[in-house]
């Protein structure tokens, strides 16, 4: 199994849609949680962290559930640029800490 | 400006050569990874370093070695390449739990 699951996708939606993705991992050991986007032919850029309590940075949502080892990702009013694909990221351990990607999932907006 | 400089953006080797892939931080980061990423597995933590001459093997690290002796470079290594190990391999940096930057990725293809 996997340490870092998310559904591949693509997915597919109009401009203003809300997207929602979800991501799990399997180490309980996990402490640190984020979510990466890479644009096609590019490095993988930090998009935000994610909080236990849940945090939101402007159309984008984060929620923890660390009881159910789930992390997701909401994008409102989805737009254009938006287009690209979203890695589920998970920091295992302590300071000296590997840090795994899910395999990403890939979101198209479409005008 | 933040920088991750991979030494070679693109590499074609031939079966059984030593590869040397080299990335250099000017950050001050003590964490730095080597990734690979393959189309449908996205990135696969190959090793990790924490600090000098410290190393850690990640999820893939057969058939690879890393050497890191000093803080700003982190240097991988494939004794003798295999076809297999054609892929895109990403470096990145980081401090304690922060943002990992990566470098524009070198594109290793074994003949």
């Known amino acids: 199994r996997k340490e870092v699951e998310q559904d591949p996708g693509p997915f597919n939606v109009p401009e203003g849609a809300t997207v929602a993705f979800n991501c799990t991992y399997s180490?309980?050991?996990?402490?640190?949680f984020f979510w990466y986007r890479q644009d096609c032919r590019k490095e993988p850029k930090l998009l935000m962290s994610?909080?236990?309590s849940g945090n939101e940075d402007g159309r984008f949502t984060a929620q923890l559930n660390r009881a159910s080892q789930y992390i997701s990702l909401l994008i409102r009013d989805s737009k254009l640029s938006d287009s690209a694909t979203y890695l589920c990221?998970?920091?295992?351990?302590?300071?000296?800490?590997?840090?795994?990607f899910g395999s990403g999932t890939r979101l198209s907006i479409r005008p | 400006d933040v920088k991750v400089t991979q030494s070679s953006r693109y590499l074609v080797k031939r079966t059984g050569e030593k590869v040397f892939l080299e990335c250099v931080q000017d950050?001050?980061?003590?964490?730095m990874f080597w990734y690979r990423q393959d189309p449908g597995l996205g990135l696969r933590l190959i090793y990790f370093?924490?600090?000098?001459?410290?190393?850690e093997k990640g999820d893939i690290p057969e058939g690879y070695s890393v050497s890191r002796e000093k803080k700003e470079r982190f240097s991988l290594i494939l004794e003798s390449a295999s076809t297999n190990q054609t892929s895109m391999y990403l470096c990145?940096?980081?401090?304690?739990?922060?943002?990992?930057?990566f470098g524009e990725g070198s594109r290793l293809t074994v003949l």
């Open positions: 990221v998970v920091k295992i351990g302590g300071s000296a800490s590997k840090i795994i």
């Open positions: 180490n309980s050991a996990s402490q640190s």
């Open positions: 994610v909080y236990s």
């Open positions: 950050m001050d980061h003590e964490n």
């Open positions: 370093s924490y600090d000098v001459k410290m190393k």
């Open positions: 990145a940096s980081n401090r304690g739990a922060g943002e990992l930057f």
